[in-house]
Nanobody, 127 residues
């Protein structure tokens, strides 16, 4: 099993920044790609960004250029640096881990099944 714990959420004004972190533990040898999802109230969960084991990244169109995903394999952490935040970025943000991997640049969501999920951290962007 793999456990994921998110932190760093909070309330921020539009235009501000937040950095989310996800600490992973457990059977980390089984984990390759990781990602961040978000879910706004009344909406479906959507993929925000992914990062492969070797650092290839994917970003959803609305966050590309504003968000940066990174990982530290030695520390088993993945981060999401969010800048120029908008009110529509409000939602619960979830860290996810997959036993699958990918390579190269994707302009669409990499075909990854995510097997492990964190409990989420709330991000609220006020106008």
């Amino acid at each position: 099993q793999v456990q994921l714990v998110e932190s760093g959420g909070g309330l921020v004004q539009a235009g501000g920044s937040l950095r989310l972190s996800c600490a992973a533990s457990g059977m980390m040898f089984s984990i390759s790609a990781m990602g961040w999802y978000r879910q706004a109230s009344g909406k479906e969960r959507e993929l925000v960004a992914t990062i492969s084991s070797r650092g290839s990244t994917y970003y959803e169109d609305s966050v590309r250029g504003r968000f940066t995903i990174s990982r530290d394999n030695a520390k088993n952490t993945v981060a999401l640096q969010m800048s120029s935040l908008k009110t529509e970025d409000t939602g619960m943000y979830y860290c996810a881990a997959s036993t699958a991997d990918y390579s190269g640049t994707y302009n669409y969501p990499p075909p990854l099944p995510f097997h492990y999920w964190g409990q989420g951290t709330q991000v609220t962007v006020s106008s």
